[in-house]
């Protein structure tokens, strides 16, 4: 059984700083696609980067400049390091990790940027 659990998130002010971490197992964690997702009251879900099993990123233009995604497959992590936090950054987090053509989420990070 895949397991996708996020950690990291909080209220921070704008302009500063937080690290999310995403840990998957129950998978070849290295063959995994992964990505961080976020959603903010009232909107969809929309896509904020993802890292392929290769190392490949891929940025929403809202978020490029300011987060990175990383992954070390030793720790079987996925991190978002996020920069410059914005008001507008404010959402719930969710990694998404794609093993064997399935889709897992986790259960979703809350980030505040205050203004």
Not at 57 to 71: C, E, L, P
């Amino acid at each position: 059984q895949v397991q996708v659990v996020e950690s990291g998130g909080g209220l921070v002010q704008a302009g500063g700083s937080l690290r999310l971490s995403c840990v998957v197992s129950g998978s070849l964690f290295s063959m995994n696609a992964m990505g961080w997702y976020r959603q903010a009251p009232g909107k969809q879900r929309e896509l904020v980067a993802t890292i392929t099993s290769g190392g490949g990123t891929n940025y929403a233009d809202s978020v490029k400049g300011r987060f990175t995604i990383s992954r070390d497959n030793a720790k079987r992590t996925v991190y978002l390091q996020m920069n410059s936090l914005k008001p507008e950054d404010t959402a719930v987090y969710y990694c998404h990790s794609r093993w064997l053509s399935k889709d897992y989420w986790g259960q979703g990070t809350q980030v505040t940027a205050s203004s």
